[in-house]
Every structure is written in C-alpha cells, then in structure tokens.
C-alpha cells in the first residue's frame, strides 16, 4: 500500500441514509463523512455516493452535506456491482458510510479484487453493532484494506502545510 495522491484517488460514500439513523455510530459516521466529502471538493477528489434502495430506506441525510456529488441507487450490495458505478479510472479509493459489515465489506472486497488500493477510515465507517464493524475492519485488513482514520487520510491528500488547500482542510478538522 502506498500513501493517498489526490490525483490517484477517489472517495465513495456509502448509504449514510436515514433509516440508519437509530444507529449509535451513525452521527459520527455522517459528521466523518461530511469532512471527507468537503476535504475532497477542496482537493479536486472525485466523488460517489451511493444509496442503498432509497425508496425504503430514504436518501442521504443532510448533515453528509452532498452538493452535486453523483448519486447511483443500486439494491446489490457492493457499491462496485451497481450500475453507474465509476470513480473516473482512479486505483486508490478511501471507502466511508454504513453498514461495515455489509456494504462497506462487499464494496471494498471487490474493488480489491479488482486491483484497487483502498482505504478505509475506521472513524467514518458504522454498523448496528459495534462487534460486526469491528470484525468486518480486521477482515478488510486481513484482505489487503488499509484501515486508517479520517485525519490520516486528509493529511495524506494533503501532502503538505503551507498551502490554501491545506488551511481549507485544516478548518475542517478542528
């Protein structure tokens, strides 16, 4: 695994919709989101969000703060399996959102499989139960996932200080 490069990397966003909202992850996952979705707007970082059958479980919830982020519905499981799936031939994608163990996993499996270096910001991703996401993340890991955490992932994309970027992003993290 090597180090994030904005210009190699892309973000999906995965159903951090409302009917998770019960969850005792989910505002964190959302708040996490909503750093990672921003940071990369300010860094040039393609974006997808994805949503799982939103027609029973709702659509992305506000707090994320989606702007004009593509959106694909799919009812697989695997983001990566859905049709309009596209990170614009990046080979590094951070994976954030809900649930761990389910699509997020899936999600991440695949595009594994398929060659791409991912990371996944254990702070930005959530279960019903805090024990699936636990095992789903060593297992990630034990697959080839780099298990990091929001900030880790902003300051790699970073790559430096000093810069207007990084006193954009800086203003996100505190």
Avoid at 3 to 8: P, V, Y
Avoid at 44 to 59: D, N
Avoid at 78 to 105: K, N
Avoid at 111 to 120: A, D, I, K, Q, Y
Wanted: aromatic share 4%.
């Amino acid at each position: 695994m090597s180090l994030l490069q904005r210009e190699r990397a892309g973000l999906l966003v995965i159903d951090v919709q409302e009917a998770f909202r019960s969850y005792a992850s989910f505002t964190r996952v959302a708040a996490a989101t909503a750093k990672l979705l921003a940071a990369a707007r300010i860094l040039g970082v393609p974006r997808l969000i994805s949503e799982q059958y939103p027609q029973g479980l709702g659509h992305t919830v506000p707090e994320v703060g989606l702007e004009s982020e593509p959106r694909i519905e799919k009812t697989v499981f695997s983001a990566a399996r859905a049709d309009g799936f596209d990170l614009a031939q990046r080979d590094q994608v951070i994976v954030c959102g809900i649930e761990t163990h389910v699509c997020v996993s899936q999600t991440v499996h695949d595009l594994l499989s398929s060659g791409v270096e991912v990371h996944v910001p254990a702070d930005a991703v959530g279960s019903r139960h805090q024990a699936d996401s636990d095992r789903a993340l060593e297992r990630l890991q034990r697959a080839g996932a780099t298990v990091t955490t929001v900030e880790s992932v902003l300051f790699e994309l970073l790559e430096r200080a000093g810069t207007p970027e990084f006193k954009a992003v800086q203003g996100l993290i505190k």
